[in-house]
């Protein structure tokens, strides 16, 4: 399982304390230091079954400076996904990737009933 976080992150923290208190091993990825790749980023999106809206950071700085706000519906899907592959600031953390899931942003209940079960 791969965990792709930026450390400074306080959801992002707040996540990795919860793995770890469940007894979770996973991999580590600085998303800001590692960017995903567009075709990571694509393959994540079509795993997910989430619309790609939700993989943006939209509460970050850049992407209000960028102002995706109003810029994301007039955008193709393809083009989204090469914005988000230019720079991990841009994209919602922390992420949980396997073989069959993919999960964006920190919820404990859903990361619990989709996490916690498969360990079982």
Same mark, same amino acid.
């Given at each position: 399982?791969?965990?792709?976080?930026?450390?400074?992150?306080?959801?992002?923290?707040?996540?990795?304390?919860?793995?770890?208190?469940?007894?979770?091993?996973?991999?580590?990825?600085?998303?800001?230091?590692?960017?995903?790749?567009?075709?990571?980023?694509?393959?994540?999106?079509?795993? !997910?079954?989430?619309?790609?809206? *939700?993989?943006?950071? /939209?509460? $970050? @700085? &850049?992407? =209000?400076?960028?102002?995706?706000? %109003?810029?994301?519906?007039?955008? !193709?899907?393809?083009?989204?996904? *090469?914005?988000?592959? /230019?720079? $991990? @600031? &841009?994209? =919602?953390?922390?992420?949980?990737? %396997?073989?069959?899931?993919?999960?964006?942003?920190?919820?404990?209940?859903?990361?619990?009933?989709?996490?916690?079960?498969?360990?079982?």
């Amino acid at each position: 399982m791969l965990f792709i976080q930026y450390p400074k992150c306080s959801t992002c923290q707040k996540a990795k304390k919860w793995l770890d208190a469940q007894n979770i091993t996973y991999m580590e990825r600085h998303i800001a230091e590692d960017n995903p790749s567009y075709d990571e980023l694509k393959q994540w999106h079509e795993k !997910s079954g989430m619309p790609l809206k *939700k993989f943006f950071n /939209t509460s $970050g @700085m &850049l992407y =209000k400076d960028m102002k995706l706000k %109003d810029r994301l519906p007039d955008m !193709s899907e393809e083009e989204q996904l *090469k914005l988000l592959a /230019t720079n $991990g @600031m &841009l994209v =919602k953390r922390p992420l949980i990737v %396997d073989a069959d899931k993919v999960l964006v942003g920190f919820k404990e209940a859903e990361w619990g009933e989709k996490l916690l079960l498969q360990k079982d």
